[in-house]
Structure formats: C-alpha cells, structure tokens
C-alpha cells in the first residue's frame, strides 16, 4: 500500500495520489488471486497428464468450482484496475508515466540501492504536477501545526458475502473477525477464515498528537479449516489512513502469503508516529483494523483535527 504523501499536495496531486493508492490496493489482491491461478492451471495440466482427467474429477477435486471463483474475482478485479487507469490517463499519464510503473520498484540511479518506493510513487514526491510550482524535495520537514486529532467514531465496516458463499463476521474494538465459504454443503471444506485483535499499550486512544508513539500488540490467527495456497486465505492489517480511500500507513500487515498454518497465530508489536494534519485540516485521520478471508470486515477508529 501507498504510504504517507506530502502533507503541501495540490488538489490534482491529491487527487493522483487517491488514484495510485485505489490502483495499489486492487493489484495487491489481483496479483495473488492470478498467482493461484496459474498454479491451479498448473495442477490440472499434470492431473490431465498422469490420465486423470474429465468433469467429473473436476468436482470431486474441487478444482472447476475454485477456478469459476477464481476467474469471477480476477475478472472483477481487473476491471477495477482498468477503470482507475482511465481516469488517471486523462490527466496524469503524461505528467508522472503509466500506473502499470506501480510494479516496478525505483532503485536509485546513484547508489544502485532499492528504494523501497516504485517508480510511480517516486514520481508523486517528486514532480510537482505543475512543473512551475516544484515541490520541496522527499525528505524536507513540513511544519508542525498545533492541535491534536480527536476520537469523533468507532464503528464496524463488514461487507456482505459475496453470492453463492456464506458466513458471518464480527467487528469490535480490539477484534475483527470474518468466516466466510459456498454455501453449498458439499464444499464446507473450503472455509476461510481469520481474526485479527490489537490492543494499545495505554488503552483505547481518544486522541492523538502529531509525532506521538502508538504503540501496542497485534495478533492475526487463521482459523479456517483447510489452508489453500493463494486463493482466499486470510489476512489482515492495521494502518492509519486519511479519510476513506486515502493514502495509507500500514503498521501491521499479514498477507495471505505468509500466513500461519490452520489454528495458528501470530504475534507482533507495532509502533508507529501519528501523522500530521498537513495543509488540509478538514480531512478525518482513520485507524482501521481490516480481516480479510473472501470478504472484507473493518473496525474504524475516525479522527477530526482540533486546532490548539
């Protein structure tokens, strides 16, 4: 996900940095779902060799009804990243390059050393959209503003299943938790499901202060009953984001890559500087605690900027 942009954005740059950041988010969970994919592809290619083979192996096997899932998500997915690329091309292409840069690491040109951005983000901190007004460079101090973000809402954000799966889910302070998987009895092996819970090591934060540390501990436990490479196996996160959409600052990220195995969990503690107001001290700051396992659920900490 993208991080923290400048805080001194332009209306059209804080516009293309809400684009990159939709862009990031759906290739970062298109590119998983194609991986499976072709190694479910794979995996039929060498049942059809060895002589097994035919729709009724496809069932039994549970490969045609994953594949039709498969092939449903990543169409709709890839439409999504379609439709974030036209609008960005109309106004941004010719300024900062394709959004397909996003998967492309930046390495600098000098020290030959990674980044740790890619070449679009590269470009957002760097070029201003408007060559006659360049921005500081990457690195350069914003000034502190006096005040202090205050707690104005806490609330659950679960998205329903999506047709032919079921489940249920739960979103509270300090614990998300979703399950989800067809609806057709014959296929209940196929459950995914993850939690997440945090804690703050004092308490539940009603306010915060610019440059302050929160800190505490996040747990992720996959609870689903069979582990399926790629797919969608759990994960989950813990980030700071401006207004919904916004540019994002991941503290705690489980990727379903790295996930433990069924019934196993997994540790961390996180501590992270809260974010500025920047020049736009209308905006909300958001702590959201995401579970992901076939569907999104949230829990969503809303923050309003109190000037001192």
């Known amino acids: 996900m993208a991080a923290e942009p400048p805080s001194d954005l332009t209306a059209e740059e804080a516009h ?140 659950p954000a679960i998205s329903p299943p999506a047709k032919g799966y ?32 945090w804690t703050f090591n004092h308490g539940n934060p009603t306010s915060l202060r610019p440059g302050e540390m929160l800190s505490g501990l996040v747990t992720f436990t996959n609870t689903g009953r069979e582990f399926v490479p790629g797919g969608y196996n759990p994960s989950g996160s813990l980030r700071f984001q401006r207004s919904a959409g916004g540019a994002r600052i991941h503290f705690f990220e489980m990727k379903s890559t790295e996930l433990p195995a069924p019934g196993n969990s997994v540790s961390r503690p996180f501590a992270v500087k809260v974010p500025e107001p920047g020049r736009d001290t209308t905006s909300e700051l958001q702590l959201v605690a995401l579970a992901y396992a076939g569907r999104p659920a949230e829990f969503i900490y809303r923050y309003r900027w109190v000037p001192k």
């Open 16 to 155: 293309a940095w809400r684009l990159y950041d939709q862009y990031v988010g759906v290739i970062g969970r298109l590119d998983p779902l194609e991986g499976r994919r072709r190694e479910l592809a794979r995996d039929m290619k060498q049942d059809s060799q060895a002589g097994v083979s035919g729709g009724a192996h496809l069932i039994t096997s549970g490969y045609g009804h994953e594949m039709a899932v498969l092939n449903e998500r990543i169409g709709a997915l890839t439409r999504q990243a379609a439709d974030v690329e036209a609008v960005w091309n109309k106004t941004f292409a010719a300024r900062f390059g394709p959004l397909q840069a996003a998967r492309e690491p930046f390495v600098d040109p000098v020290t030959k050393k990674a980044t740790g951005m890619d070449k679009v983000e590269y470009r957002l901190r760097n070029f201003a959209f408007n060559p006659a007004t360049p921005r500081p460079p990457t690195g350069a101090t914003p000034a502190v503003v006096a005040g202090q973000w205050q707690l104005i809402d806490a609330a």
């Open 166 to 197: 079921a489940g249920s889910a739960e979103a509270v302070a300090g614990k998300v938790s979703v399950r989800t998987g067809p609806s057709d009895p014959k296929w209940a092996h196929l459950v995914f499901a993850g939690v997440i819970s």
